[in-house]
T-cell receptor, first 112, second 115 residues
Framework: NAGVTQTPKFRILKIGQSMTLQCTQD?????MYWYRQDPGMGLKLIYY???????DKGEVPNGYNVSRSTTEDFPLRLELAAPSQTSVYFC???????????FGPGTRLTVT | GIQVEQSPPDLILQEGANSTLRCNFS?????LQWFHQNPWGQLINLFY???GTKQNGRLSATTVATERYSLLYISSSQTTDSGVYFC?????????????????FGTGTRLTIIP
């Protein structure tokens, strides 16, 4: 199993551009999560999903969108990128809710 | 929302030393977890411990839910223990299958082990 994979690893965006961060898991987990980690801070939940077709907002959803058309994939969409979205983004999956989350390696995004 | 505070923010120790990391939370919680983020950014689950004590090798954790804190103990530290340790809590607000399915993270303790 590859576990949780994220692409790209690094990305630089200009203000106003859009992009999609990809997250895929091959463990057949129902639960998937997107977090952002700002320098020196803990993780903050952006969006989460409890299964295909079901998503909900976390603490900091503004400026982001998600979809969950399959169990495996949970892409995060940034529309109109802003400097405040410069962060490291982690995707995670879990077989049973917030417990036992498996994290991807992260995507480092810079918006200039 | 629930507040999660960790102390100390930074800790520098010699290899072989023992350490205690603390996590305080502002309200009752359903779940509590400890994570280790290594220097390469990878996040790894250490313990799921909403109450009581658990041990895994040189690491152990204790949560006293009634007093709203948890402690992570690291004994005989090794350089591979370096990184940031996060405490995260879940407080379930709704009783449903699609409830408050999320963790709130503290800001972490950065541990540096010197050879």
């Amino acid at each position: 199993n590859a576990g949780v994979t994220q692409t790209p690893k690094f990305r630089i965006l200009k203000i106003g551009q859009s992009m999609t961060l990809q997250c895929t898991q091959d463990m057949n987990h129902n639960y998937m999560y997107w977090y952002r980690q700002d320098p020196g801070m803990g993780l903050k939940l952006i969006y989460y999903s409890v299964g295909a077709g079901i998503t909900d907002k976390g603490e900091v959803p503004n400026g982001y969108n998600v979809s969950r058309s399959t169990t495996e994939d949970f892409p995060l969409r940034l529309e109109l990128a802003a400097p405040s979205q410069t962060s490291v983004y982690f995707c995670a999956s879990s077989p049973r809710g917030p417990l036992e989350q498996y994290f991807g390696p992260g995507t480092r995004l810079t918006v200039t | 929302g629930i507040q999660v505070e960790q102390s100390p923010p930074d800790l520098i120790l010699q290899e072989g030393a023992n350490s205690t990391l603390r996590c305080n939370f502002s309200d009752s919680v359903n779940n509590l977890q400890w994570f280790h983020q290594n220097p390469w950014g990878q996040l790894i689950n250490l313990f799921y411990i909403p109450s009581g004590t658990k041990q895994n090798g040189r690491l152990s954790a204790t949560t006293v839910a009634t007093e709203r804190y948890s402690l992570l103990y690291i004994s005989s530290s090794q350089t591979t223990d370096s990184g940031v340790y996060f405490c995260a809590v879940e407080r379930r607000l709704r009783v449903s299958n699609f409830g408050n399915e999320k963790l709130t993270f503290g800001t972490g303790t950065r541990l540096t082990i010197i050879p």
